[in-house]
């Protein structure tokens, strides 16, 4: 059983920047690869992130991609995102999950992750 806590979500202006953590329980989070989604109000879930569990490739959304990066650190079962160059369709709340191993291309299906967390509201204002 692994639980994840989000952590860092809060109101920026457009333009902004924020650092989103999510820490792990548990002695094996090395195990698993680690994924970012959001969800804005009246959209479905949507891949944001992901870093491979063993290899630490990581994988973005093309909205992000330049603006958004997402790291780990092993020895504090913690992934983070950081979010640079926020716009106000940034805003959503954003979930961690975590997915025992991992296969690269999959890390974007919401369906492979095992775990959530409670998730963390991103408000970007323009």
């Known amino acids: 059983q692994v639980q994840l806590v989000e952590s860092g979500g809060g109101l920026v202006e457009a333009g902004g920047s924020l650092r989103l953590s999510c820490a792990a329980s548990?002695?094996?989070?090395?195990?698993?690869?680690m994924g970012w989604f959001r969800q804005a109000p009246g959209k479905e879930r949507e891949f944001v992130a992901a870093i491979h569990y063993r290899s630490s490739t990581t994988y973005y959304t093309d909205a992000v991609k330049g603006r958004f990066t997402t790291s780990r650190n092993n020895a504090e079962n913690t992934v983070y995102l950081q979010m640079n160059s926020l716009k106000p369709e940034d805003t959503a709340v954003y979930y961690c999950a975590a997915e025992r191993g991992g296969f690269g291309p999959d890390l974007r299906t919401a369906s492979e992750y095992d775990y959530w967390g409670q998730g963390t509201q991103v408000t970007v204002s323009s």
């Open positions: 548990g002695r094996t989070f090395s195990s698993y690869s």
